[in-house]
């Protein structure tokens, strides 16, 4: 089993910066993604990241603004979020899979078996 507790949510204003964190604990993972929804939408990717840290993949609207990182002596899965916008505002959630990175597939919400509980982050323009 794995267990993911994220933290770091809260309420900025639009041009700021968050860092939300998943503290990891149980079996070690291959890939480690952040996701996040808003009402009324689907749970849409954000970042991955594989256990070494060596790959990683974002979503387009994501580049150049989330950095996703992790700090293997914390067992931490990390996302700095820069330059935020009313739009990222949703519920982010930290989620783990088995199968490794390069075997493709880290955009798919399915292919996560386990997930955290969510932190809210509210971007007020």
């Known amino acids: 089993q794995v267990q993911l507790v994220e933290s770091g949510g809260g309420l900025v204003q639009a041009g700021g910066s968050l860092r939300l964190s998943c503290a990891v604990s149980?079996?070690?993972?291959?890939?480690y993604g952040w996701f996040r929804q808003a009402p009324g939408q689907e749970r849409e990717f954000v970042a991955a990241?594989?256990?070494?840290?060596?790959?990683?993949d974002y979503a387009d609207s994501m580049k150049g603004r989330f950095s996703i990182s992790r700090a293997n002596a914390e067992n931490t899965v990390n996302l700095q979020m820069n330059s935020l916008k009313p739009e990222d505002t949703a519920v982010y959630y930290c989620?783990?899979?088995?199968?490794?990175?390069?075997?493709?597939?880290?955009?798919?919400?399915?292919?996560?078996?386990?997930w955290g509980q969510g932190t809210q982050v509210t971007v007020s323009s």
């Open positions: 990241i594989s256990w070494s840290g060596d790959s990683r």
């Open positions: 989620a783990a899979r088995a199968r490794p990175f390069y075997t493709g597939g880290v955009g798919r919400t399915y292919e996560y078996n386990y």
């Open positions: 149980g079996r070690t993972s291959s890939t």
